[in-house]
């Protein structure tokens, strides 16, 4: 049996460069201002993906993102690991998105695609950490899902097996299919690109992305697979009331990069009363309770 499956992905900022720039004046994410890579929980979804593909012939692996033009180097880098297509959901409308409006626009693109068997991603993207989306679009599909994944161990009978990795220990579980299913950064890391397809892909853009000039514009036309599917939100019939800042009930209030700092230290010995006494001062400070 075939899979057709879809990796939602996202290009987030580095959150190890978070500057001054970092928020836009309406306190949303400057995502311009900010180095962009691709959210590492989603790479590991990937890898799951592509194991999959590996495993039954004719399997299909896309990468549905949402973000700027930009963000079309989402899909190139999982067409270079090994995945057929890509879908980039771009248009301003879009812009300013919260995990209810983000959630919203990738279950319209996913009713458009159509047919879809898998839908796979990171447990939650590093520029949020709420772990939302993911559950959120599978509500909005009516479909099963399985988060903290670890490993898909085996697909048959219209089944998905699949390893978690919860608090307190690791669990197997059972979903029928179609089902969404939400992977940790504890599974297999993604696999490397590969030279070949690297060479293939290397020019593979969305319209948005293109200047008009490039040495390579002929090639548009003489290699179809070169142009990434570009969508907006008319594209994928959604509603504009639930995109983008108009469709997002959460607003964000600050961003900042946190440094800890030691104020000041305090050398214990193994004596029962300083042991006490450090336990009676994080008590009365509220730090443990």
Do not use: H
């Amino acid at each position: 049996m075939s899979l057709k499956i879809v990796v939602l992905a996202k290009q987030v900022p580095d959150t190890r460069n978070v500057g001054k720039d970092a928020m836009t004046a309406e306190g949303t994410v400057n995502r311009s201002a900010l180095p962009a890579i691709f959210n590492p929980e989603d790479l590991n979804a990937l890898e799951q993906a592509l194991r999959l593909k590996e495993q039954r012939s004719g399997t299909t692996v896309g990468v549905l993102t949402m973000g700027p033009p930009r963000a079309g180097e989402i899909i190139r880098q999982g067409l270079y690991r090994g995945a057929d297509t890509g879908w980039l959901l771009t248009d301003r409308k879009f812009a300013g998105a919260d995990t209810l409006a983000t959630s919203y626009a990738l279950a319209t693109a996913i009713r458009k695609i159509g047919n879809v068997d898998i839908i796979i991603g990171g447990r939650q993207a590093i520029d949020g950490d709420t772990a939302q989306v993911g559950p959120q679009v599978a509500q909005k599909l009516g479909l099963n899902q399985v988060t903290y994944a670890e490993e898909i161990i085996k697909m048959e009978d219209g089944k998905a097996t699949i390893r978690r990795c919860i608090d307190g220990g690791v669990e197997t579980v059972e979903a029928p299919l179609p089902v969404l299913i939400t992977v940790n950064g504890t599974a297999a890391p993604a696999r490397p690109c590969n030279a070949k397809l690297v060479m293939k892909y290397k020019y593979a853009t969305c319209p948005m992305e293109r200047k008009g000039n490039e040495a390579w514009s002929e090639l548009y036309e003489e290699r179809p697979y070169l142009t990434l599917k570009q969508w907006s939100v008319a594209d994928v019939d959604g509603d504009e009331a639930q995109c983008g800042l108009s469709g997002s009930p959460t607003k964000v209030k600050a961003v900042q990069n946190i440094a800890f700092q030691a104020k000041e230290s305090k050398t214990l010995t193994a004596a029962d009363e300083d042991i006490e006494g450090l336990i009676k001062e994080l008590l009365d400070e509220k730090i443990i309770g």
